[in-house]
C-alpha cells in the first residue's frame, strides 16, 4: 500500500459516522464531538434541518409549541428569537442555519451524500459504509439519525407516470417552489401534510380537487405572532423550566395526558374540560386530554363527538360535513395522528373546492390530464400533489443496504418482524445506533425531546466503552425479544390497531401490522433505558 493510500485510508477512519442532519444528527455530533470524538456527519439533502429541508411544500409547518421544538442547549435558545408559535418551515430552515453557525456544525458535514450501504467488519470492529457518490469509509460507530419520514411512499395508482401536468410528492417537493396561483390542483391525501397544502391551494386555486381517503380529525392550531418581548421575558423563567419539564411528560412536550377519566366528570364538568383543552390549541386536546381515550372506546366515542361537533360547526354543506366528519367515525379519536389546521374545514366552503370520497368512489387511474373516479369522471387537473405519506419509521433506515455480522440485511430481518434492543440498537448489527426510529418513543414524542434524550444515551455508551477499552456492544437477541415483547405487550393495551395508519405500518401495502413505536411514554422509556446502563449494560455483550 502507498503512503498516499495509507494517509485516505486512515482519513476515513475515525470514530462515528452520523447519517442525516435533522435534529438528531445535529445534536448528536454536537455532543460527541465534545465527548471527544472524531465524528462525520452524511447528509442526502444540500442543507441541514432533515424533514424541515425536504419538506418544503406550500404551507409546511411544525405543529408543536416553539417553546419545546427546539434544541434545549441555552446558548442556543437564549439568542434565537421565534416569530410565530408554531413556526413555518422557512422559520425552521433559519433557525437549522443559526445552530450551524453557533456550534460550527457543518465542518463535520457532507451534504449531498446519500449512503447507500454499510457492512460490519468483524475483523476489525468498524463500519464499512458507501455512498451514492462513491465515498468509502470505516466508522468504528454508525448512528443513523436518518428521522421518521425520510422515505416518501408513492401510491400504487394505474397510470401515475403518464399525467402531463406537475406532479410532486410533498417531501420531495422542488426547493424552487411551484407556482399554484390559477392553477387546477388536485392532492392525494388527507394527513398532516395534505391538511397544509390544501389550506394553501383552496384560495389561490382556480379549482383544487381533494382526494380523501380516510378524514383527519384536525384540530385548530391556534397560531399567533410571538414579540420579542415577550420571549425575553419567557427566557428569563419559564423556557428553562419547559425544557426541564419537556423529559418528564408523556409525550416529551411541556404538557401531560390528564389521568382522570372521561367519565370521572360529570357531562357538564366534561363538555367545560373539553372546551378549555380546545382553546389552548395546538395538539393539547390530544396529547394533553384524557388518557383513557386511548384505551376505553366509550370515552374515545366523547372525544369524537365533540371534536365532530367542532368540525361540523364551520362546514356549511351536509355532504361535506358527512364527509369531513361522519357520524360513524372510521377509527376512534387520536389512534391516527391528527393534524393541526388553521383554515381547513373552512376551504370546504368555497365554490371552486370539490371533495371527493374515496371509500365511496374510488381513484380508478391518473391520465395524462388528470384523475378518473370509478363514478366515470376524469378531473383534468394542471398540478397534482401527493400527500401520501411515507414508508414511516423502519423505511428511513431499512431503504439502506445494512448488513450485519452474518450478512443478512436489516430489511429482511424486520421485514419479517421489527425487532430492536431499547429502539436504538439491533441484535446482529453490533456498534450500530439510531436515533428517533423503530420501537423508540418517536411518533409518541416532541422530536427534540427524543433525539436529545436518546443522543444523550447513545454518547454516555460510547464513552463508557472507550473508558472501558472496549471496540464492540451488541445487543443479545434474548435481550431484545423480552424488550420487543414489553413493546409489543404495551401497544396491545391501546386502541392504536384500530386505525390504518404509519403507526403500525399498515399504511404501506406488504408491510407487516405491529407497533412500530414505543408506546409506553418518555418516563417508562428513560427508565428502562437508565436501568440497562445500571445494570452494566444489561442485554449487550461488549468486547
Ligand atoms: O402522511 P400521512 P403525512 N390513495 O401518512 C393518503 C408528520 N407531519 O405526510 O389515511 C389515496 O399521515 C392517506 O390515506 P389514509 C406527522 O407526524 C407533521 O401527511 O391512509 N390516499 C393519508 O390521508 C404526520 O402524521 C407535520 O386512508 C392515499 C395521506 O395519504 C406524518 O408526518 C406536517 C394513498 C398520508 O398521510 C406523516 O404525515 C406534515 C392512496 N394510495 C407531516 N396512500 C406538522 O408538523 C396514502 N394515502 C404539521
Redesign the pocket.
Known amino acids: 500500500m502507498s503512503t498516499e493510500q495509507r494517509q485516505s485510508q486512515q482519513e476515513e477512519e475515525f470514530d462515528v459516522l452520523v447519517v442525516g442532519a435533522g435534529f438528531a444528527g445535529a445534536y448528536q455530533l454536537h455532543k460527541l464531538r465534545n465527548a471527544g470524538f472524531s465524528v462525520k456527519v452524511f447528509e442526502a439533502g444540500s442543507g441541514m434541518g432533515g424533514?424541515w429541508y425536504w419538506?418544503c411544500y406550500p404551507g409546511?409547518?411544525?405543529?408543536?409549541d416553539f417553546s419545546i421544538y427546539q434544541l434545549s442547549m441555552e446558548e442556543l435558545w437564549k439568542d434565537w428569537t421565534w416569530k410565530e408559535r408554531?413556526p413555518g418551515r422557512q422559520e425552521l430552515v433559519d433557525y437549522f442555519a443559526y445552530v450551524d453557525k453557533k456550534l460550527d456544525l457543518s465542518r463535520d458535514i457532507s451534504f449531498d451524500t446519500r449512503v447507500t450501504a454499510a457492512h460490519f467488519d468483524t475483523t476489525v470492529d468498524r463500519w464499512i459504509v458507501s455512498t451514492e457518490n462513491g465515498r468509502v469509509v470505516r466508522p468504528r460507530f454508525l448512528i443513523l439519525c436518518t428521522g421518521?419520514?425520510s422515505k416518501p411512499?408513492y401510491?400504487?395508482?394505474k397510470g401515475l407516470e403518464t399525467f402531463q401536468g406537475v406532479m410532486h410528492h410533498?417531501?420531495r417537493w422542488p426547493q424552487t417552489g411551484v407556482d399554484l396561483a390559477g392553477k387546477r390542483i388536485g392532492v392525494?391525501?388527507?394527513?398532516?401534510?395534505?391538511?397544509?397544502v390544501i389550506q394553501e391551494s383552496g384560495p389561490v386555486a382556480s379549482h383544487l380537487t381533494v382526494?380523501?381517503?380516510?378524514p383527519?380529525y384536525a384540530m385548530p392550531m391556534v397560531q399567533h405572532d410571538l414579540t420579542e418581548e415577550a420571549q425575553t421575558k419567557m427566557k428569563a423563567e419559564l423556557i428553562p423550566a419547559i425544557l426541564r419539564r419537556r423529559k418528564q411528560t408523556f409525550a416529551g412536550f411541556q404538557y401531560s395526558t390528564i389521568d382522570r377519566g372521561v367519565f370521572d366528570m360529570t357531562p357538564e364538568e366534561r363538555l367545560l374540560s373539553f372546551e378549555d383543552l380546545w382553546r389552548l390549541g395546538g395538539l393539547q386536546f390530544w396529547l394533553g386530554g384524557y388518557t383513557d381515550i386511548f384505551v376505553d372506546e366509550r370515552a374515545n366515542d366523547e372525544a369524537y363527538r365533540f371534536w365532530r361537533k367542532k368540525v361540523i360547526e364551520r362546514v356549511n354543506d351536509p355532504e361535506m360535513q358527512r364527509k369531513l366528519a361522519p357520524e360513524v367515525p372510521p377509527h376512534p379519536f387520536g389512534v391516527?395522528?391528527p393534524?393541526?389546521e388553521q383554515n381547513y374545514y373552512e376551504v370546504y366552503n368555497q365554490p371552486n373546492v370539490t371533495l371527493i370520497d374515496?371509500a365511496e368512489n374510488p381513484?380508478v387511474e391518473v391520465t395524462p390530464k388528470g384523475v378518473k373516479t370509478q363514478d366515470g369522471v376524469e378531473h383534468e387537473l394542471d398540478i397534482l400533489v401527493l400527500?401520501?405519506?411515507?414508508d414511516?419509521v423502519t423505511g428511513s433506515i431499512s431503504q439502506i443496504d445494512i448488513r450485519g455480522t452474518d450478512g443478512s440485511l436489516i430489511r429482511e430481518k424486520w421485514g419479517n418482524r421489527l425487532s430492536t434492543y431499547l429502539g436504538m440498537t439491533c441484535a446482529g448489527y453490533p456498534n450500530m445506533f439510531f436515533s428517533y426510529g423503530p420501537q423508540g418513543p418517536t411518533?409518541f414524542c416532541n422530536g427534540p425531546t427524543c433525539v436529545e434524550m436518546q443522543g444523550d444515551w447513545i454518547t454516555n455508551c460510547i464513552s463508557d466503552m472507550r473508558e472501558k477499552g472496549k471496540t464492540c456492544i451488541q445487543a443479545t437477541q434474548e435481550a431484545e425479544d423480552a424488550f420487543v415483547a414489553r413493546v409489543d405487550e404495551i401497544y396491545s393495551q391501546g386502541l392504536w390497531d384500530r386505525a390504518?395508519?404509519?403507526y403500525n405500518g399498515s399504511?404501506v401495502p406488504g408491510k407487516r401490522i405491529q407497533s412500530l413505536n414505543f408506546t409506553g411514554g418518555l418516563p417508562l422509556y428513560q427508565t428502562m433505558c437508565r436501568e440497562v446502563v445500571e445494570g452494566g449494560y444489561t442485554g449487550f455483550i461488549l468486547e
Open positions: 424533514t419538506n409546511a409547518r411544525v405543529d408543536s408554531f421518521f419520514a411512499l401510491p400504487n395508482v410533498t417531501a392525494i391525501g388527507t394527513g398532516a401534510s395534505g391538511v397544509q382526494f380523501q381517503r380516510t383527519n391516527k395522528r393534524a393541526l374515496l381513484i400527500a401520501t405519506g411515507f414511516a411518533a390504518k395508519s404509519w399504511n
